[in-house]
């Protein structure tokens, strides 16, 4: 907290996590509570997490990020989907 505010700094996971979420689940205490997230990072160790903390998790919050870390999270997401589902076949 900064000034009775809530910033999340960053929302990592990897692959693994991304297949089963449980290491996310502690975020759902904290989800609406907090005021913003910060994104520092492109990949997915900084933000992979970000779309099952909003779906699931309640975080509703703004999100904020430079445009270069928005288009490498943007590339780090697809690739994940893309590698996701070449193993789900």
């Not at 979420?21 to 990949?43: C, Y």
């Amino acid at each position: 907290e900064i000034d009775g505010a809530s910033i999340l700094l960053d929302v990592g996971a990897d692959l693994a996590e991304m297949q089963d979420p449980a290491p996310l689940q502690q975020l759902r205490a904290i989800a609406p509570r907090v005021d913003a997230v910060l994104i520092s990072q492109g990949g997915l160790r900084w933000m992979g997490g970000l779309p099952y903390a909003v779906a699931h998790l309640g975080l509703d919050a703004p999100v904020y990020a430079t445009l270069p870390t928005v288009k490498m999270g943007t590339m780090a997401s697809y690739d994940a989907y893309c590698a996701l589902r070449r193993q789900v076949g």
